[in-house]
């Protein structure tokens, strides 16, 4: 049974910063491009950044230059790394696992910026 499991939301300060991480099981990420998505309340569910099998990132343009994207296959793990952030970056945080026709989501975890 492959499972997503984020963690490391919370409530921080504007400006302040957090990591999310993404453990899988039942699956090898390896292969897999692995992403981070968002949604707000009342909002649709949007991407935020994306790694490829191959480690290249790619960002949503408002987070461009605040959070960084990782992966650790050897941990079978993702990471989003947030600095900078603000009210708007509120949302539950979904981790995303996609090859071809295949994809897997986990249940969010919650991050609360306040002003």
């Known amino acids: 049974q492959v499972q997503l499991v984020e963690s490391g939301g919370g409530l921080v300060q504007s400006g302040g910063s957090l990591r999310l991480s993404c453990a899988a099981s039942g699956m090898i990420i390896s292969s897999y491009s692995m992403g981070w998505y968002r949604q707000a309340p009342g909002q649709l569910r949007e991407l935020v950044s994306f790694i490829t099998a191959d480690g290249t990132a790619n960002y949503v343009d408002s987070v461009k230059g605040r959070f960084t994207i990782s992966r650790d296959n050897a941990k079978n793990a993702v990471y989003l790394q947030m600095n900078s952030l603000k009210p708007e970056d509120t949302a539950v945080y979904y981790c995303?696992?996609?090859?071809?026709?295949?994809?897997?989501w986990g249940k969010g975890t919650l991050v609360t910026v306040s002003s």
């Open positions: 995303n696992a996609g090859l071809r026709t295949r994809y897997y």
